[in-house]
């Protein structure tokens, strides 16, 4: 994937970053979990061993081989566990990532209660994990939580009942940074994209109340949108906001227009039409209505800094929106915003209406999450590193950074030799493309340097002030980034963290220590189901520098067209190609399609990840026959690898919300997208006309 950046908001604290699943053991069985009834208790005390999928790291049993693999691959390679799974009552999905998310999550946990745990020898502990333990104890003190109510609101909602003038208004939201709420527009830190060497401000359009902008317009989520309209009513009632009711329809007036402003997700894809500099002069220009030097002044932002606006129309509607806007509503908008990202810190009743809100009603969630887990979660996402550290010096391996990182070498040199070989690319493009790939950085496990979080003031009695005063933290870190040279070795995830990524603006790849795991790395599996799992995933990372976004970045990690306008136009053909197949695919939900525009860069990244998984496998063995394991082919162990990472099961609610707001495709279209397009699996599985994902030849795409 490629990574939202280096956001301040103090509520990104409270999201839920996992995803929790059982362990399998030895000898392996479909992936299973018993709904949690209402007396059972998870106190996270119990630490499953590290997953293992069968006796050569795959789980055979739960295959469906009454399906033909032409027909679904999906389903023959997955079906059988994926029918048995029983998707946890706190959770909205299940399968190979929640399975090393929850391990990765009940770790921490572990970690974070022996730190905290009352007269323990903590000695050894760095004053960073200390504040991590103190942070986790005061979210696991509910009665204390619960005792102080609403109370801790106070001041914020003091904030936005004293703004009356538009320049107070905009200064409201710009100390949406350093507390909570909204700070109105998206504000981050990041590389200029065509100037890697500096920090630039970035500004995007606003964030809304629902998950798209289709929620508020599309039929098929018309119902999540009357429930959200009761929510905010709730929500300000419980706050004790006046006029609730008034105040929640204004509020929704409001953000129907912000959706309407806003660009679909699928242009906020394009790096070129989200590369709009300006200087705060232009700025304030072209986008009056809001007060900018009140905005820029609140949130800390020097004027004199480059400005890279991303959703520029939008950002401009928006800034002459508010400058219609009555102040009231603004104010009702703000303490809603507050509300709602603050809920998971507050009283009980808080909590519970967020959470039957935006778990069950919007994602089909039936049980809130244990307090332990999302103490972890916001534990995780307010000292991430270091909590990191600590999990990397527990339980990530020298040895399995090791083997990865020949494995990632591995890939490499299979992705040059595709580029080498690459017959719809003319010379000059070719070579460039070999330049940016022997450029590649690639980093495994951890980061090069940890954070030092010196100066984040944590408190035992205050989980609120101690959440916001994470966020500000975090904020003002960033800033800090301005005016200096380009730190390259920043990490955009923890090394607990189940997940990988690409940054076009360094040109490199990042494996966190979490992922490196079964199914996706098992030391003792065999080979082809590695180069399979995790060898497709380093592919896979390695192709998003070459997707529909990362191709537009070069060797340095700038923003500019390094190709001829031949090859750029053919290789739009072969991606518009491609992003039809996917379009194609049915959705078990009529009217829903998966969006070819929005997933075309991680559809890309799938295709180029299996084929090149494929490609290291042959050349690991040296010119040697493939073994039979298990009594499958060396080849058809890779393409099992790869479907075994995949499986998934997802609840309905959150299959369709994904299906308008995710950049990947559905599990099962990453299974079997991949597969028809590749040559060397209809031999391996005597795919042929008739079966349903039989591609001719000629409709078979080819771009890595």
């Known amino acids: 994937m490629i990574p939202t950046r280096r956001a301040g908001l103090a509520a990104l604290l409270l999201a839920s970053c996992v995803v929790p699943a059982l362990a399998q053991d030895k000898p392996p069985a479909p992936v299973k979990a018993a709904p949690a009834s209402p007396a059972a208790v998870d106190d996270g005390s119990t630490i499953p061993a590290a997953p293992h999928y069968g006796e050569w790291g795959f789980d055979a049993a739960g295959m469906d081989r009454s399906v033909v693999p032409g027909n679904s691959f999906f389903d023959f390679a ?60 005061a979210f696991m003190d509910e009665k204390a939580v619960d005792a102080r109510g609403i109370a801790p609101l106070a001041p914020d909602f003091a904030r936005v009942k ?106 906020r894809r394009d790096p070129d039409k989200t590369y709009n500099p300006v200087s705060f ?93 999302r103490a972890v979660a916001s534990v995780n996402g307010a000292l991430g590193e270091a909590v990191g550290k600590l999990y990397v010096e527990t339980y990530f391996p020298a040895s399995s950074k090791a083997q990865m990182e020949v494995l990632t070498q591995n890939l490499k040199a299979a992705f040059r030799k595709r580029l080498e070989h690459n017959t719809w690319m003319s010379a000059p493009t070719r070579e460039a493309a070999i330049r940016k790939l022997d450029s590649f950085t690639i980093q495994v496990g951890y980061p090069k340097h940890w954070r030092d979080y010196a100066g984040l003031e944590i408190k035992a009695d205050d989980l609120y002030g101690n959440a ?35 940054e076009p603006l360094f040109n490199e790849v990042v494996f966190p220590a979490a992922i490196l795991q079964a199914p996706f790395f098992d030391p003792k599996a065999d080979p082809a189901i590695n180069y399979g799992a995790i060898g497709g995933v380093i592919g896979h990372e390695m192709t998003h520098g070459f997707d529909d976004e990362g191709r537009k970045f070069d060797a340095r990690g700038q923003l500019r067209d390094w190709w001829t306008k031949e090859d750029g136009k053919r290789f739009e053909a072969l991606a518009a190609k491609l992003g039809a197949q996917f379009e194609a695919m049915t959705t078990p939900f009529p009217g829903m399609h998966i969006n070819g525009g929005l997933t075309m860069g991680e559809n890309i990244a799938d295709l180029g990840g299996l084929t090149l998984a494929l490609d290291a496998y042959h050349a690991s063995l040296g010119g040697k026959p493939a073994p039979v394991v298990g009594g499958f082919t060396g080849d058809q162990r890779v393409f099992l690898g790869w479907a075994q990472v995949w499986r998934e099961k997802l609840r309905d609610d959150t299959a369709k919300q994904l299906l308008v707001t995710d950049p990947h495709s559905p599990p099962y279209a990453r299974v079997n997208g991949p597969m028809h397009n590749t040559d060397a699996w209809y031999s391996a599985f005597d795919v042929k006309p008739g079966d349903k994902l039989y591609l001719a030849p000629q409709d078979r795409v080819r771009i890595w």
Not at 96 to 123: C, M, T, W
């Open 78 to 137: 997955d079906g059988t566990a994926v029918r048995e799974m029983v998707i946890p009552a706190d959770r909205t999905a299940w399968g190979a990532f929640p399975i090393l998310a929850d391990l990765s999550q009940r770790q921490v946990h572990g970690l974070l209660e022996a730190a905290a745990k009352p007269g323990a020898d903590n000695a050894k502990l760095s004053p960073d994990m200390k504040r991590a333990a103190v942070f986790y104890a």
């Open 468 to 502: 916001e005063r994470a966020g500000a933290f975090e904020w003002q870190y960033w800033l800090g980034h301005l005016g200096k040279p380009v730190d390259r070795d920043v990490w955009d995830m923890t090394p607990q963290t189940v997940n990988a990524y690409n």
């Open 162 to 267: 004293a703004a009356t003038t538009p320049a107070q208004i905009a200064a409201l939201f710009g100390d949406g940074m350093t507390h909570f709420g909204s700070s109105l527009f998206g504000l981050s830190i990041d590389p200029d994209a065509k100037h890697p060497e500096r920090y630039a401000i970035g500004i995007s359009q606003p964030g809304l109340g629902l998950p798209d902008k289709s929620f508020y317009t599309g039929a098929n989520f018309a119902a999540k949108k009357t429930a959200y309209r009761a929510y905010v009513e709730a929500i300000l009632k419980a706050t004790d906001w006046p006029d609730a009711a008034a105040s929640a329809d204004r509020i929704l007036a409001f953000e129907d227009k912000l959706a309407a402003a806003n660009w679909d997700r699928k242009d």
């Open 281 to 373: 002069a232009e700025l304030v220009k072209i986008a009056p209505g809001f007060d900018w030097s009140a905005y820029f002044a609140a949130a800390g932002l020097p004027k004199t800094a480059p400005i890279v606006l991303a959703e520029k129309s939008a950002i401009v509607s928006v800034a002459a929106l508010v400058g219609k806007t009555d102040a009231q509503t603004l104010r009702d908008w703000a303490a809603f915003r507050i509300a709602d990202a603050a809920a998971s810190v507050l009283d009980d009743k808080l909590d519970t209406l967020r959470f039957e809100f935006r778990g069950k009603t919007l994602s089909g969630q039936q049980q809130q999450q244990p307090r332990w887990k």
